[in-house]
């Protein structure tokens, strides 16, 4: 993210944050990719939960790209061993508004690409960030 840096009167530097459209967009993306998720659960749930967010953790909608891990971590406290099913469907739902090129081991047989050993829903985020801010990737 670029930053430009202003002199001030005492001569304190001023940083002023300058968005990156890339980041805006995937943050967009993946807000976009929760929200289908959790709306699959039905809306009074998907409400619950960003209220839950909210209110309990400090945690608006809006900034948890930001805090991803954190995010995770709660979900796996309201929906135990159902947030990994959750999860799974939070990264189908973002890979089918970015188009990546990401080497993901994949398992053999029926098994979906995305039952992936040791990859979790906080690093897959990372990565596909990483690629579509660095590549420029386009969108569906």
Same mark, same amino acid.
Not at 89 to 92: N, S
């Given at each position: 993210m670029a930053s430009s840096v202003v002199e001030s009167q005492e001569s304190e530097r001023i940083y002023i944050k300058v968005e990156d459209p890339n980041k805006e967009q995937f943050d967009d993306f993946l807000i976009q990719a929760i929200d289908e998720a959790l709306a699959s659960l039905g809306e009074p749930v998907k409400n619950t939960v960003y209220q839950h967010l909210e209110v309990d953790f400090n945690i608006p909608k809006n900034e948890i790209p930001e805090k991803i891990g954190e995010f995770s971590s709660i979900m796996h406290k309201i929906f135990g061993l159902g947030a990994c099913r959750l999860e799974r /469907?939070?990264? /189908?739902n973002l890979?089918? /508004?970015v188009q990546a090129d990401i080497d993901w081991p994949e398992c053999e047989g029926s098994l979906s690409k995305w039952i992936v050993s040791e990859v979790s829903f906080e690093k897959y985020v990372i990565k596909i960030r990483k690629s579509y801010e660095t590549q420029g990737l386009k969108t569906l």
């Open positions: /469907k939070f990264m /189908k890979n089918s /508004k």
